[in-house]
């Protein structure tokens, strides 16, 4: 969710004022995917490395997350969605740990759609956790180095219960990763928009899921072993 700082300035106003816009943005998208019946959102709301940001932004966007976790609390419950997180949310203060929590347990047992926050989250740092756990396991006797695969490894990833990341949007025209989701975008298609996440709306997400449709996806294979070859 790029561009909240850049659309601020670009109105003339202090940065946090795009992270509230970009916060209505994650409204609309939530229930836009909702509504398009998509299974699972994941949302980069902070990074690991956003902690390093300027204390009064941090605060900012930890104040939002907070009203986002109590005021979409009823809709989220509402419309059966389960809201998860992933990331090193014990860095997180009460006030967002708190409700996060509440609202994790709340809706644990709804199947809607799976929105997930991935907050004090790095990519590499979610593989290292992998990579220490697995160690552990290891030593322990408990895995057989041997039997290490792709699919064990998944395993131990937060996003392990999430199904197979199939589209990664990155708004604001950067076109790069910067630590989302490294081990899980193998196979994803990647679509960058110009559009600054404060005005991303459910038009563009619409845009974007056409981008999406028109990609052929062969996963190593050739067109004509997957039946994608034109008569
Ligand atoms: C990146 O834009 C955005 C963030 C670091 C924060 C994203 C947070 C929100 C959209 C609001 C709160 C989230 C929820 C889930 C309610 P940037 O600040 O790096 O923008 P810039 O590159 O233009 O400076």
């Known amino acids: 969710m790029d561009g909240n700082g850049r659309w601020a300035q670009s109105h003339g106003r202090p940065r946090l004022d795009g992270h509230r816009a970009g916060a209505d943005s994650v409204r609309d998208i939530t229930r836009a995917s909702r509504q398009l019946g998509i299974e699972a959102l994941t949302l980069y709301a902070f990074s690991s490395q956003n902690w390093a940001r300027p204390a009064e932004e941090v605060m900012g966007l930890m104040t939002l ?9 009823s ?4 419309n059966q969605i389960r809201l998860e997180a992933i990331g ?3 860095k997180l203060p009460p006030m967002v740990k708190e409700p996060l ?16 926050l991935a907050l004090s989250y790095g990519g590499r740092e979610s593989i290292v956790r992998a ?3 697995i160690a552990r396991d290891a030593a322990a006797g408990t895995l057989r180095p041997e039997d ?3 699919d064990r490894l998944t395993g131990y990833l937060p996003t392990a219960k999430l199904p197979p ?3 990664l949007i990155r708004t604001s025209g950067e076109q790069r990763i910067s630590n989302f989701m490294l081990w899980e975008i193998a196979y994803a298609e990647l679509v960058f928009t110009d559009v600054l996440w404060p005005e991303f709306r459910k038009e563009h997400l ?3 899921l056409e981008v999406y449709a028109a990609r052929e996806r062969r996963f190593g294979l050739t067109s004509a072993q997957l039946g994608l070859d034109p008569a």
Not at 65 to 73: A, C, D, K, P, V
């Open 148 to 150: 290490l695969d792709v």
């Open 101 to 116: 929590d509440e609202l994790r347990t709340a809706s644990a047992m709804h199947t809607g759609m799976t929105l997930t």
């Open 65 to 73: 997350l907070r009203e986002f976790l109590i005021g979409e609390r």
């Open 131 to 133: 990579v220490r756990e």
């Open 75 to 78: 809709e989220i419950l509402d």
């Open 206 to 208: 619409h845009q974007c």
């Open 165 to 167: 990341l199939d589209l």
């Open 88 to 90: 090193d949310v014990e």
